[in-house]
């Protein structure tokens, strides 16, 4: 290796620890909810709470336009200023949503003064010069196959997430520890988000946020949208229910009810010799 590479290698060495040194000493190192107040919007209790939470996997229930993305992308980038070296990943039922959450999280990252250099930046990617990664994932299982270790692993519209996706993303955070946020409107009783909300483990920490609770929805558009929408579609968009999807032909619990435990499985023996 030649004198001057060794230099130039120097050099970035130093950068990179007067980078951390920085990020540290800045105002949102405690305080990922000031982050998000610098984007533009004051987090509400329930975005106080997730931003708080380093250590649960998480659920969010929430209406449209809760919130529930400029929580997460606030969340996402502080991990990736003040854990050097963070992997963040953003996946979605479809590379535009992923995208739009990833946007995010670069637009707080100008907006708070790019406390952490950028290294690199593309259309999905942000490299900072503490090492972190924040990237954005089409949802195929192709294609967050060969990821490993990540700090954070965000999901956005989960309802809509595939379950085989769900199953190939999970594994990756079997040696971090990281943790995972999954956040959404309802989609029906079906998949795997409706059933970790209905019946998963209790480790969960699930958040649920209606249309109510949000001070950005006024009653006057809650009344227009009940008007213009089907009872079942308004109930899942603005107030989290569970319903059964437009195109079923049974009604979920008219399935359940159709199973008992009580009877005993009828038993048949093949080749079983005439009476």
């Known amino acids: 290796m030649s004198t001057r590479t060794q230099i130039r290698e120097l050099r970035t060495q130093v950068e990179r620890l007067q980078t951390a040194t920085v990020a540290d000493r800045s105002d949102y190192a405690d305080d990922p909810c000031a982050m998000m107040t610098a984007g533009g919007q004051e987090p509400d209790p329930w975005q106080r709470e997730i931003l708080e939470n380093t250590s649960d996997d998480l659920l969010q229930l929430v209406c449209r336009q809760g919130g529930k993305s400029t929580a997460a ?7 990736a200023l003040y854990e050097p ?12 949503q992923a995208q739009e959450l990833f946007h995010k999280c670069v637009y707080l990252h100008r907006v708070t003064n790019e406390i952490v250099a950028a290294d690199n930046l593309s259309a999905l990617r942000l ?3 503490n090492r972190s990664r924040i990237i954005a994932l089409p949802g195929t299982e192709a294609t967050v ?24 993303l999970t594994p990756m955070l079997a040696v971090s520890g990281g943790q995972l946020i999954a956040m959404t409107t309802p989609g029906g009783k079906r998949g795997w988000f409706w059933r970790e909300w209905m019946e998963g483990r209790n480790d969960y920490a699930r958040v649920k946020v209606t249309a109510a609770e949000c001070p950005r929805i006024t009653e006057e558009f809650l009344r227009r949208e009940r008007r213009r929408m089907p009872a079942p579609v308004f109930e899942s968009e603005y107030f ?4 059964d999807t437009i195109d079923s032909v049974f ?4 399935i359940a ?6 009877l005993e499985p009828l038993t048949i023996i093949e080749n079983a010799e005439a009476a």
């Not at 070296?85 to 535009?96: D, E, H, K, N």
């Not at 009810?257 to 009580?262: E, L, S």
């Open 73 to 79: 992308a606030a969340k996402a980038l502080h991990c």
């Open 145 to 168: 196959r060969g990821y490993s270790g990540p700090r954070l692993v965000i999901l956005d519209e989960a309802a809509w997430i595939p379950d085989q996706l769900f199953y190939t």
């Open 240 to 243: 989290c229910t569970f319903t």
């Open 257 to 262: 009810a159709a199973f008992t435990d009580d």
């Open 251 to 254: 009604r979920y619990s008219d």
């Open 85 to 96: 070296g963070s992997l963040v990943l953003l996946s979605g039922p479809s590379l535009r």
């Open 127 to 129: 490299e900072l010069a």
